[in-house]
C-alpha cells in the first residue's frame, strides 16, 4: 500500500497496544512523520488533555485532581482495599453511593426507608448519620433546625437498601416535623 493516502486505508476495527500510528512531529518548525506505538501513545497523555469517548464518558485533569464522568446514568466503578476483621483484601468494582432521606416525628423514634438507585452484589457497608429538622413538613435539605442527642443506626440491610432509624436520647420528636439523616454506602456492584 505504498503512495496511499491515509484515507484511503483499511479501517482497523480492534487495535493493539503494538499497533502504529503516523504522527507529525514538530508542526509549527519542521515538520516531519515518525511513528508512535499505541501503547506508547497512552501511557502519557500530556497536561491539559483530556479522554473523551463518543458515549459521553471522559477522563479529565482539573487543578491536579482526575475527574472521571461516566456515560449518563452510569456509575464509575474504582478499587478499594476493605478490611474483613483481619485481613485486607482489594475489591474491584466498588461503588459508592451518597444521599440523605426524612422520615416524620411523633415519638422517640423515626423510620427512614431508603432504597438504592442500584443493585449492589452483596449488603455494602453503610454509614448515617442524622443531620437535622425541619420546623414543618419542609422536605428540603439541608435542614434548618437541630435536635440534641439523636442516634441514628441502621436496620434491615440488603442489596437493595435499608432502614434507617433515628432515636432521640432526650426529649421526643415532634409531630409535623421532619428528621433527616444523610448516608452514604460502598459496595460491589451487581
Known amino acids: 500500500m505504498a503512495d496511499s493516502k491515509i484515507t484511503e486505508l483499511d479501517a482497523l476495527v ?35 488533555q483530556d479522554l473523551g469517548w463518543a458515549s459521553g464518558a471522559k477522563a479529565e485533569r482539573v487543578d491536579g485532581h482526575i475527574v472521571l464522568t461516566p456515560e449518563a446514568s452510569k456509575l464509575v466503578k474504582i478499587a478499594v482495599l476493605r478490611q474483613n476483621f483481619t485481613t485486607d483484601a482489594y475489591s474491584n468494582n466498588q461503588v ?37 429538622k425541619n420546623d414543618s413538613t419542609a422536605t428540603t435539605y439541608p435542614p434548618t433546625t437541630t435536635q440534641s442527642e439523636v442516634f441514628a443506626s441502621v436496620y434491615g440491610l440488603s442489596t437493595t437498601g435499608f432502614t434507617g432509624l433515628l432515636r432521640i436520647i432526650s426529649g421526643a420528636t415532634t409531630a409535623g416535623h421532619n428528621y433527616f439523616a444523610c448516608w452514604i454506602a460502598v459496595g460491589t456492584l451487581a
Open 96 to 132: 459508592v453511593l451518597t444521599g440523605y432521606s426524612y422520615g416524620n416525628g411523633g415519638g422517640t423514634t423515626v423510620n427512614l426507608s431508603v432504597t438504592f438507585g442500584i443493585t449492589f452484589a452483596s449488603a455494602p457497608i453503610v454509614v448515617i448519620a442524622y443531620v437535622g
Open 14 to 48: 480492534q487495535p493493539e497496544g503494538a499497533d502504529l500510528v503516523a504522527v507529525v512531529d514538530d508542526v509549527a518548525v519542521t515538520p516531519v512523520t515518525k511513528k508512535i506505538t499505541l501503547t506508547d501513545l497512552y501511557e502519557e497523555i500530556p497536561d491539559g
